[in-house]
């Protein structure tokens, strides 16, 4: 069984930069699909960027030029840059992890809070 820990959310003022960690333990995810998405209050929880086991990432229209996503498989840890902060960029960011057989994983969220 794997278990995702997100850390590095926090407040910063709009134009600044985070850098999320989700640090998976249990088994490796090196040849899996890991990514992240949001959920701000009161809306749905949507997908933010992810990255496939042969190093193909995909972005939300929305954090496209300004997230980053990054894995270093050795450390078995997914990275989630995040500059030119944006106050509707506001959330709790959730990695996840897809494994064999169709499932998904996923960490407690760690929250952003972008002021303006």
């Known amino acids: 069984q794997v278990q995702l820990v997100e850390s590095g959310g926090g407040l910063v003022q709009a134009g600044g930069s985070l850098r999320l960690s989700c640090a998976a333990s249990?088994?490796?995810?090196?040849?899996?699909?890991v990514g992240w998405f949001r959920q701000a209050p009161g809306k749905e929880r949507e997908f933010v960027a992810r990255i496939r086991w042969n190093g193909a990432t995909y972005y939300a229209d929305s954090v496209k030029g300004r997230f980053t996503i990054s894995r270093d498989n050795a450390k078995n840890t997914v990275y989630l840059q995040m500059n030119s902060l944006k106050p509707e960029d506001t959330a709790v960011y959730y990695c996840?992890?897809?494994?064999?057989?169709?499932?998904?994983?996923w960490g407690q969220g760690t929250q952003v809070t972008v002021s303006s």
């Open positions: 996840y992890a897809n494994l064999s057989g169709g499932s998904r994983a």
């Open positions: 249990g088994r490796t995810f090196s040849s899996n699909e």
